[in-house]
DNA sequence: GTATAAAATGAATTCGGGTTCATTCTTATG
DNA sequence: CATAAGAATGAACCCGAATTCATTTTATAC
């Protein structure tokens, strides 16, 4: 490699002073890259929302991901530092958009019961507008492993404790029956997973609208009655 | 290789000829040797129980596995095919016993009200006799990968089906009101479904005996009066 | 237009775990 | 006791998928 002329040399000593002065480089910031940039991100997310609601965390592979995304492999790595931080990235999103929704939805109320019937409404809501997502949260990534899996469970957990606080404020109106709320805000959430679960996997309940109203009975029902 | 001497040879063709004139062989079937290889199947089952109860599928290594049951991994293959093969195995057990305990204890009424009853009194039992086998079948399993899933799911289901079919028999006898009945399977069994696996994940309702009392009486109110 | 740095590429590398296999150990036969 | 076959062993092999990296392409600054 033959670089050594004495006018290159100079050059690139001049540049280095240059840099070193004001931290000049030949290509700095951006603007319309950066614009390009996040929509390739948002490109790449999309994509593995997509492929993540088909197949499992274990069966997507970097390369198909990136098939999919249009990128090579490599370039993946540009936007994320692996591939468990993709999906947390995109599991935390979306509980924060359906806790979101949740919330949005119960301001509407003042009743405890009507809060706790926004609640679950909001949620299939959801669920049937972004149906990639509940496959996601509800279906596939169960199947991460055990310490990612935990944060789904988190997210079930805190539905369940939820569920339980609006019961209690019910128990203290007198409103329900002496019953453990524990176990009746498990019931609750859990009969609503699983309709929800199977109108995703089969599409068993053809109409989860109609679905939810005869579920919604069935959990006032079974609470006991609820003025 | 000097294996040519003549004799050796000869003795060589004997032997074949030996074989050949009534199949007898140096070391041919067994007794005691029967005996240990099936406890060292059992030795293998038991291990894998034990620890597929504690780590997912993938996260089970044949070595682990092999070191657990006090075996070389090459051992392993000489007892099952391959590591598909053993927790189909395991699978396929714990449903066929899950089933063989609910058709008993089913068959102690005539009652389709106590029939379902008895289904869900008879998971309850064997699910806390043998928490082991819980775990597997509703928290471990789930994530191994789309195509065993299946199997899990069709569990999952065939206990919706059953359930229904109760239900639909209530409802013919004019003992429940007129609801979807798949809706309310499905919502009995995710009910109970959410409370055992959050007792086996984190020991909540501890008393899972009393929690299934106050199961089936949510569910019962939740079905409407059926008598 | 030239030089340079960021962005993109995809083949090569790494790594971990399932499976195999040459070897050693055990058991039964004569 | 010698022989040979089955059982057991665990290091080696293999394969696939995540990650890296040398190279190429694209964008900017002068």
Redesign the interface.
């Given at each position: 490699m033959n670089s050594g002329s004495f006018l290159w040399q100079v050059s690139l000593i001049l540049q280095v002073i240059n840099r070193g002065r004001d931290g000049m480089m030949a290509y700095r910031q951006t603007e319309r890259v950066k614009e390009k940039r996040a929509q390739k991100r948002a490109q790449i997310i999309k994509a593995a929302r997509e492929i993540f609601a088909q197949?499992?965390y274990?069966?997507v592979s970097i390369k198909a991901l990136a098939k999919k995304a249009k990128i090579a492999t490599g370039t993946f790595y540009l936007y994320f530092s692996n591939k468990e931080a993709l999906i947390n990235m995109i599991v935390d999103e979306m509980f924060q958009e359906l806790l979101a929704c949740i919330k949005e939805e119960r301001a509407c109320f003042t009743d405890s019961l009507d809060k706790l019937q926004a609640s679950m409404k909001a949620c299939i809501k959801l669920f049937v507008k972004e149906k990639e997502m509940a496959k996601i949260l509800l279906v596939q990534v169960?199947?991460?492993?055990?310490a990612f899996?935990a944060k789904l469970?988190e997210i079930e957990?805190e539905m369940?404790r939820f569920t339980r606080n609006d019961l209690d404020e019910l128990k203290a109106q007198g409103r329900l029956p002496e019953?453990?709320t524990?176990?009746?805000a498990?019931?609750?959430?859990?009969?609503?997973?699983?309709?929800i679960i199977?109108w995703l996997?089969e599409g068993?309940?053809e109409d989860l609208d109609?679905?939810f109203a005869?579920?919604m009975?069935?959990?006032m029902?079974?609470?006991?009655q609820v003025k």
């Open positions: 197949k499992s274990q069966e169960p199947g991460v492993n055990n899996n469970i957990n369940i019953e453990d524990l176990v009746s498990m019931a609750f959430v859990g009969s609503f997973r699983q309709v199977n996997r068993k309940p109609k679905a005869t579920l009975e069935y959990n029902r079974g609470l006991g």
